[in-house]
T-cell receptor, first 113, second 114 residues
Framework: AQTVTQSQPEMSVQEAETVTLSCTYD???????LFWYKQPPSRQMILVIR??????QNATENRFSVNFQKAAKSFSLKISDSQLGDTAMYFC??????????FGTGTRLTIIP | DTAVSQTPKYLVTQMGNDKSIKCEQN?????MYWYKQDSKKFLKIMFS???????INETVPNRFSPKSPDKAHLNLHINSLELGDSAVYFC?????????????FGSGTQLSVL
């Protein structure tokens, strides 16, 4: 079975600090695609960052970076210099080669002014 | 100019009624999707269409019927609404149906069945 687990239902951090959101998964596939999506209070889902499993180098997008540990099946998201606008639900998601995204249960992140 | 737009944003209706949600994308994408987000924020795919052809039908009750008149539109019709259908329904699109593709989501339709 292919499963995705986000073990932190809620997190909060002070503005300008760094925060890491955890995500683990289970699959027997060798090549797959990993994503972090953000859902702000406006409700619209927005892609934050994505990674291909066969690539060794961790993806980065400005203040957002991932720590992809393939052997440990871990895919965490690091947000540096957090901003108030980062307050949102964050979902990790995977495409395990079956052309559909499987989402985790989400982490509600609050940035405190 | 909204890339993926769905209407209505909110839908409140009685049990047993039939309702439709419309979705349109102006990105020129080939693939469109319907996702359901339940009260615990869990997101799950319902359907995907590629160039008007149904690709994924994810064990959704027959009361749910998607229709894609052209590749820019994917509508969702729900018959005989039940209390458990209350959720937020998201339409999304992607350039192609490939694993690495970014999904563009609409802003969701919150359906409340009373």
């Amino acid at each position: 079975a292919q499963t995705v687990t986000q073990s932190q239902p809620e997190m909060s951090v002070q503005e300008a600090e760094t925060v890491t959101l955890s995500c683990t998964y289970d699959t027997s596939e060798n090549n797959y695609y990993l994503f972090w999506y953000k859902q702000p209070p406006s409700r619209q889902m927005i892609l934050v960052i994505r990674q291909e499993a066969y690539k060794q180098q961790n993806a980065t997008e400005n203040r957002f970076s991932v720590n992809f540990q393939k052997a440990a099946k871990s895919f965490s998201l690091k947000i540096s210099d957090s901003q108030l606008g980062d307050t949102a639900m964050y979902f990790c998601a995977f495409n395990f080669g079956n052309e559909k995204l499987t989402f985790g249960t989400g982490t509600r992140l609050t940035i405190i002014p | 100019d909204t890339a993926v737009s769905q209407t209505p944003k909110y839908l409140v209706t009685q049990m047993g009624n039939d309702k439709s949600i419309k979705c349109e994308q102006n990105l020129g994408h080939d693939t469109m999707y319907w996702y359901k987000q339940d009260s615990k924020k869990f997101l799950k795919i319902m359907f995907s269409y590629n160039n008007k052809e149904l690709i994924i039908n994810e064990t959704v009750p027959n009361r749910f019927s998607p229709k894609s008149p052209d590749k820019a539109h994917l509508n969702l019709h729900i018959n005989s609404l039940e209390l458990g259908d209350s959720a937020v329904y998201f339409c999304a699109s992607s350039r192609q149906q490939r694993g690495y593709e970014k999904l563009f989501f609409g802003s969701g339709t919150q359906l409340s069945v009373l």
